[in-house]
């Protein structure tokens, strides 16, 4: 068998369908720590950039959002859930932050990730999407 010319290296962009574009942009801006890297309004497609990957918005009623029948609902989102890696990894002051946003914080536990055990905490996006913020990993 031959070797394998794909080579994975990290999540170059994950794509979001989103219902309420306002709110959407403002969790991922004002909460998350992304920045509006290009709007192409057009089309309905906004991409934030977050650290070397992009989490790309598309707003349901533009261009893009309309080549589906249906926008996702909570009981039917878009994915089961995205990780984000933090760092540096300071739980409290995190939590702290998430909670003056109004969001709604799980508990920190050590979860397996592409860097191994570490901590992290589960959040919802204002579509409800769940948002996974990892710290590094534990210490062997």
């Not at 991409?47 to 918005?57: E, F, K, N, P, T």
């Not at 909670?99 to 920190?108: Q, T």
């Not at 579509?127 to 996974?132: A, C, D, K």
Request: proline letters at 8%.
């Amino acid at each position: 068998m031959p070797d394998n010319p794909i080579t994975p290296k990290l999540i170059d962009h994950v794509v979001i369908r989103v219902s309420r574009l306002e709110p959407a942009l403002a969790f991922y801006r004002d909460v998350i720590g992304c920045s509006i890297e290009k709007e192409q309004a057009g089309i309905g497609l906004y991409q934030l950039r977050a650290g070397q990957s992009l989490i790309d918005l598309v707003d349901v009623d533009g261009h893009l959002g309309q080549l589906y029948s249906s926008a996702p609902a909570r009981n039917a989102p878009n994915m089961d859930h995205f990780c984000l890696q933090v760092d540096p990894w300071n739980a409290d002051a995190i939590i702290a932050h998430l909670k003056s946003h109004g969001v709604v914080v799980g508990d920190v536990e050590q979860r397996y990730g592409a860097r191994g055990y570490g901590p992290s905490l589960y959040i919802n996006d204002p579509e409800g999407n769940t948002v996974e913020l990892k710290g590094p990993p534990a210490a062997t």
